[in-house]
């Protein structure tokens, strides 16, 4: 069997197709090899559902970060502010 | 005496930013919705907490510290709006000697085991389990998380930004999105 096509796929391929699939990244040829592996494979099963989960968490908690931009405008004026108290 | 018993905390202006401007960022948006607002807050909380950083007493530890100076300024932010639409105002008298600024908050705060009945209650907060949760990555695996997972950035556009590869981020990610996940299933599923 040629190796590119087997369409069983190992537990570390699977988990990075998760991961990918978990920013709309991955394949539908990925998904479905993922599909067939998970079938067989409890701890991606287990793994997936996780993954899953952090993802709609992640999703829900409308948690908002400071761009790197803003947080290099952030330090800068704060080390000009540090500077001048010492 | 318990007081001699408490572990005293340090204080390290330099590491501000790196270590709580995300927090107190994600503190205040969750309470005045702007994102320019937010941010003037945090820099004035920063600035404040610069200016006072001689009334720490280590108490505290840095962050209850810094939320503190936070929460007053929150609540002058919108006494300020208040008071332009010309609404009824409540005036409490904090301290007007800028100088003692940060004096009184610690005595309020002060816990010497950092784990106050606030705490608690803001860690049923998801935003802030996720946030202690992040801090238990390392620092590389929390950027390229945020930057994919909060900033919605590209994958091609984080790679040319910390000059990884694409297989690199993907082992980055996984591992950031395994430790998240078991430790938010320890603390919050």
């Given at each position: 069997m040629s190796k590119k096509n087997n369409i069983f796929i190992s537990c570390t391929e699977a988990a990075h197709t998760c991961n990918q699939s978990q920013y709309n990244e991955a394949s539908l040829w990925k998904k479905i090899k993922l599909t067939i592996h998970l079938l067989y494979c409890k701890a991606c099963r287990k793994y997936s559902k996780n993954n899953a989960k952090l993802t709609k968490v992640m999703n829900n908690s409308e948690l908002e970060y400071l761009k790197t931009s803003e947080k290099d405008a952030l330090k800068s004026n704060f080390e000009k502010e540090l500077a001048k108290n010492n | 005496m318990i007081n001699t018993e408490m572990p005293k905390h340090q204080i390290n202006p330099n590491k501000w930013i790196d270590l709580y401007s995300d927090y107190l960022f994600n503190y205040t948006i969750t309470r005045v919705r702007d994102r320019d607002t937010a941010q003037d807050l945090v820099q004035d909380t920063f600035f404040a907490g610069l200016k006072s950083m001689k009334n720490f007493k280590g108490e505290a530890s840095e962050r209850t510290w810094l939320i503190s100076i936070l929460k007053r300024k929150i609540i002058d932010h919108y006494r300020k709006i208040n008071s332009k639409k010309g609404k009824a105002e409540v005036r409490v008298n904090f301290s007007s000697d800028s100088d003692n600024e940060g004096d009184w908050i610690e005595q309020r705060v002060a816990d010497p085991f950092d784990k106050t009945a606030e705490d608690n209650l803001e860690n049923k907060e998801l935003g802030l389990a996720i946030h202690n949760c992040l801090g238990k990555l390392s620092e590389k695996q929390a950027q390229v998380f945020k930057m994919k997972t909060m900033l919605g950035y590209e994958t091609d556009a984080i790679c040319n930004e910390l000059n990884i590869t694409a297989s690199n981020?993907?082992?980055?990610?996984?591992?950031?999105?395994?430790?998240?996940?078991?430790c938010l299933e320890e603390n919050w599923f």
């Open positions: - | 981020l993907w082992v980055i990610i996984h591992r950031a999105r395994t430790t998240l996940a078991s």
